[in-house]
């Protein structure tokens, strides 16, 4: 992108400016893992997050407007509508893991929601929860409680954004469920338009901003195996690496076994063959 105004960079995904009114979001096939980005890529995920994302932004229209104006034909990269971004991630869960399960053995307590006692590691919640969260510029997003994010907010603005990641994450919860994918949780991020009007933005409801469980090893009692991420974690797991910078290189075994389960989870989840969406990425926002 040589000529192109670089506005922002994730771990792995990178924002320039098209316009004033315009940005382009490129998903590279970069991978993270234990907060490292790794030096080998995984082929097409870039392609396959930028896919199901867009295809979440179809499928979910009717419940929120997005920020998305088109997918590019290179299929990893999406122009959106510039937005002036809240500042705080929208984090809903309906199983109990990471931070939440940390939350809960010390105050059994998540965000001001109080939890009934007994919770296992991983469990179902009794109804899907918003546990919001600051926008950490360096190290890790923290959670907040509701004051704290209506003080960011507003007190109004916050409970719209709550009400629609609820809905967002119960739609895509259950939709993914039936196709053998728990979507343990996940993060929004919305924006507001020109007109004060709130946007869902960012990425949404991809492996990178959720948790994806295989729904037919569910065990709840101890941590879940991610959809798309475990052959890494359990090569890295068995290196001697200490989870900093710099991470390992992967075999060609893992990395072709991680890139056949992003593609599974897009092709479970979208119904559409990848081979497909490589010709022509217009076919997830059909
Ligand atoms: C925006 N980010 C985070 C995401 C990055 C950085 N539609 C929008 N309008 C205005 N700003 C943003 C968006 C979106 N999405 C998002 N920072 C600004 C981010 C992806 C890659 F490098």
């Avoid at 929004?188 to 090893?217: C, H, I, K, Q, Y």
Wanted: charged content about 25%; proline content about 7%.
């Amino acid at each position: 992108m040589p000529d192109m105004a670089h506005v922002g960079s994730g771990k792995v995904r990178e924002l320039y400016a098209l316009d004033d009114e315009r940005l382009l979001l490129v998903a590279t096939d970069r991978i993270s893992t234990f907060d490292v980005v790794l030096p080998t890529e995984i082929p097409d995920k870039g392609r396959v997050l930028t896919g199901l994302s867009a295809f979440w932004f179809t499928r979910t229209r009717g419940l929120c407007p997005n920020h998305l104006l088109a997918v590019r034909p290179d299929g990893r990269s999406t122009e959106c509508r510039r937005l002036q971004m809240l500042p705080i991630e929208c984090v809903v869960r309906g199983y109990l893991s990471g931070s939440a399960w940390k939350d809960y053995r010390a105050t059994r307590e998540i965000c001001g929601h109080r939890l009934p006692e007994g919770l296992r590691e991983s469990e179902r919640l009794p109804e899907p929860i918003f546990t919001p969260a600051t926008k950490a510029t360096s190290g890790h997003d923290e959670n907040i409680t509701r004051a704290q994010a209506g003080a960011l907010v507003g007190a109004a603005r916050l409970a719209e954004v709550e009400r629609l990641a609820l809905a967002l994450y119960r739609f895509a919860a259950s939709y993914a469920l039936v196709r053998g994918i728990i979507v343990a949780d996940t993060k929004f991020e919305f924006g507001l338009d020109g007109d004060g009007r709130l946007v869902l933005a960012d990425e949404a409801l991809t492996p990178d901003s959720s948790r994806f469980w295989p729904a037919d090893a569910y065990t709840p009692g101890g941590p879940q195996p991610s959809f798309d991420k475990q052959f890494v974690r359990d090569f890295c797991e068995q290196t001697s690496w200490n989870k900093t910078y710099p991470g390992p290189e992967l075999s060609p075994t893992v990395v072709a076994g991680t890139r056949a389960r992003y593609v599974e989870a897009f092709e479970r989840l979208t119904g559409i063959a990848f081979e497909a969406y490589l010709a022509d990425p217009r076919v997830v926002v059909a």
